[in-house]
């Protein structure tokens, strides 16, 4: 079965700082990758999404991430980060996995604090 | 904001009652999605609706759930007998797909704001 492992249960950053939250999934298979955020009392929303081409995938919020096939990882990055930035954010994987059993499956999440 | 709803937003029972909740997907979204959220978990898949059809059940999905989608837009998601072990966030997401292959390259879930449920 697939699985999704994010390394960071909580991260604590001050503002500027730069950000990388890992993501690596099991599968590697044709996959479909995404990062969620989910902000204090809102629910889950979209902040980026590899299908494929250019692994390098810009997001909202100056957010991007790197899908490295060999690797099997999919990390988040920000250059530098702000207040509003904190929040849970996960990392989730579709595959192809041709075995009948489709699902997006969900890492445990990484709760970002952001100090101002 | 047409996005996807769930009623109740919050839902708090006596174990061994029954439970029923409301998701009301993007509009013209053909497949349908249920998850649980516990508390540090991220979303575990329960089950999914392509129009009408369930097509993929978690083993999460025990026989006390049920869920339909009888005319292919809203579902609902029912709980009987609740136990303690049931409370959690229970969320809802909707897509369009074109075809009816499992996996479809490009498909992107929207999720909606969730029922909190707390068996007591």
């Known amino acids: 079965a697939q699985s999704v492992s994010q390394h960071n249960h909580h991260v604590i950053l001050s503002e500027a700082a730069s950000l990388e939250l890992g993501c690596n999934y099991s599968?590697?298979?044709?996959?479909?990758l995404f990062w969620y955020v989910q902000y204090p009392g809102q629910h889950l929303q979209l902040l980026l999404k590899y299908f494929s081409g250019d692994p390098l995938v810009k997001g909202i919020k100056g957010f991007e991430a790197e899908f490295i096939k060999s690797k099997f990882s999919f990390n988040l990055r920000k250059p530098s980060v702000q207040w509003s930035d904190t929040a849970e954010y996960f990392c989730?994987?579709?595959?192809?996995?041709?075995?009948?059993?489709?699902?997006?499956?969900f890492g445990k999440g990484t709760k970002l604090s952001v100090i101002p | 904001d047409t996005g996807v709803s769930q009623d109740p937003r919050h839902k708090i029972t006596k174990r061994g009652q029954n439970v029923t909740f409301r998701c009301d997907p993007i509009?013209?979204?053909?497949?349908l999605y249920w998850y649980r959220q516990t508390l540090g978990q991220g979303p575990e898949f329960l089950t999914y609706f392509q129009n009408e059809a369930q097509l993929e059940k978690s083993r999460l999905l025990s026989d006390r759930f049920s869920a339909e989608r009888p005319k292919g837009s809203f579902s609902t998601l029912e709980i009987q007998r609740t136990e303690q072990g049931d409370s959690a966030m229970y969320l809802c997401?909707?897509?369009?797909?074109?075809?009816?292959?499992?996996?479809?390259?490009?498909?992107?879930?929207?999720f909606g704001p969730g029922t909190r449920l707390l068996v007591l």
């Open positions: 509009s013209e979204h053909n497949r």
């Open positions: 989730a994987v579709i595959t192809d996995s041709g075995a009948g059993s489709y699902q997006l499956t």
């Open positions: 997401a909707s897509s369009l797909v074109f075809g009816t292959r499992l996996f479809v390259h490009e498909e992107t879930q929207y």
């Open positions: 599968y590697g298979g044709t996959v479909n």
